[in-house]
């Protein structure tokens, strides 16, 4: 059973999030908490799994909140959640330690497998929606990049990609977990680990998400897309 944690200001949200995550046979949510002060204090207390943190609370924001939540608990992932994000809104997140970020908005489906790929470490949490913001976003910056421009073949050429590093970077970069490159690739989930290590030291990144975002910008991989709006 993983345990959860739902910290935000709006009890409305809370209770949403709440019901959602509660259908869930493996999922627990054992505290709901309005600031970032009462998160620390509940986990100061007991130990938990994964905290859904929102990214504006009164007080001490989420990123803060992230940073000194696992600066204490280490054993706990944080997802950071938001209305809308940014680029530098991720990136904060990153450096304070946090398994990912969410937009708000995420489907109930989507909601607990980010929860379940933050407690194993096993997957690039980021929504599509928030993915394609981001890459919006990040478009008209230029990204330094070591292997200066050209085609995305040419740059995976550069950095040394193997033909099947470049087949676990698209399906990392469309969220799947571990297991579900495994089963795509008809590999080992050993394997899959030593593949996005090595993505990791190739890309110069320390987490499954920043390889994400690494892709995205340099067009290595197309983001996932939300779904088209109804009507």
Do not use: W
Not at 9 to 24: F, K, Q, S
Not at 85 to 94: C, S
Not at 114 to 133: F, H, I, K
């Amino acid at each position: 059973m993983t345990t959860v944690m739902i910290c935000d200001d709006d009890p409305i949200v809370r209770e949403a999030l709440g019901g959602y995550l509660e259908r869930e046979e493996d999922l627990e949510v054992v505290a709901r908490v309005g600031t970032a002060d009462e998160a620390l204090r509940a986990l100061d207390q007991q130990a938990i799994d994964v905290v859904l943190m929102d990214h504006t609370l009164p007080g001490m924001n989420g990123i803060d909140a992230t940073r000194l939540v696992r600066a204490r608990h280490r054993e706990t992932a944080v997802l950071l959640m938001t209305t809308f994000g940014t680029d530098e809104q991720v990136r904060e997140a990153l450096a304070a330690g946090a398994s990912g970020f969410l937009l708000k908005s995420s489907s109930a489906s989507a909601l607990a497998a980010a929860v379940r790929a933050a407690r194993d470490e096993a997957g690039t949490v980021l929504t599509p929606q928030l993915a394609a913001q981001i890459t919006a976003h990040a478009s008209h910056v230029p990204v330094p990049s070591p292997v200066g421009g050209g085609s995305s073949r040419e740059q995976l050429e550069q950095l040394g990609l193997t033909e099947r590093e470049s087949e676990v970077l698209t399906l990392l970069c469309a969220a799947e977990s571990n297991a579900g490159i495994a089963r795509a690739l008809s590999l080992s989930e050993s394997t899959v680990k030593s593949h996005v290590s090595s993505l990791m030291a190739k890309l110069g990144c320390t987490s499954r998400l920043q390889i994400a975002l690494n892709a995205f910008e340099r067009g290595l991989a197309v983001p996932p897309q939300p779904p088209a709006p109804l009507g």
